[in-house]
Every structure is written in C-alpha cells, then in structure tokens.
C-alpha cells in the first residue's frame, strides 16, 4: 500500500506560479510513474502530468506551462504550474503507478492522494 499526500494548493491570480508536491511512503518509489490529474465538478478526472523513470508527458492543455519533476531520494514527486489560467481550477491528484509507462487514463493508476484544491482567479 502506498498513501500520497498532496499539498501546495490555493488560490492565486491568474499569470502567477503556483508549486504543487507530492510526497509518497513507499520504499520502493522510483520504481513507481507517478501522476497529476485534476477533476472539476461535474467532470472526469483528467490527465495533467506524469513521470516514469525515463519520460515525461503532459497534456497539450498544460504543455509549455507545467513542469513535472521527481525526488527519488525524498519520495516526492513536484508540478510546477507556471502562467496559470482560470481553467487551471481543478482539486489536483497526485497518483502512482506500477506500471513502467506514462499512462494518460486514470484507470491506470494503483494509488491516489486525497488532493489538494487549486483556484485561479481572473
């Protein structure tokens, strides 16, 4: 069993940078790809960002903006958001994998944090 928690989240205006962490207790982490997705009311959970051991990937909606990144050593697992719109307003999960890939469906994932709510105003 691996438990992700999540902090970093607020309210910030839009165009600011915004640091998203993850931390995960597990002993084995760097053999897990890790994730960010992010749900709004009313919607499905959607694929911000992942990292495996050797790729990152992230939605076209994010790229060029967010940066993924990992600590192996400390078991954590980053989003950096930067220029951050109004439809960046989302509760942001941090999940784990087993599988080596950077899987885009949610379905994917083994485990999740409890998330941490994000909001961007105009």
């Known amino acids: 069993q691996v438990q992700l928690v999540e902090s970093g989240g607020g309210v910030v205006q839009a165009g600011d940078s915004l640091t998203l962490s993850c931390t995960a207790s597990?002993?084995?982490?760097?053999?897990?790809?890790m994730g960010w997705f992010r749900q709004v009311p009313g919607k499905e959970r959607e694929f911000v960002s992942g990292?495996?051991?050797?790729?990152?990937r992230y939605a076209d909606s994010v790229k060029g903006r967010f940066t993924i990144s990992r600590d192996n050593a400390k078991n954590m697992v980053y989003l950096q958001m930067k220029s951050v719109n109004p439809e960046d307003t989302a509760v942001y999960y941090c999940a784990a994998s087993v599988y080596g890939s950077v899987w885009f469906a949610a379905s994917q994932y083994d485990y999740w944090g409890q998330g941490t709510q994000v909001t961007v105003s105009s």
């Open positions: 990292i495996s051991r050797s790729a990152t």
């Open positions: 597990t002993r084995t982490f760097s053999s897990y790809t």
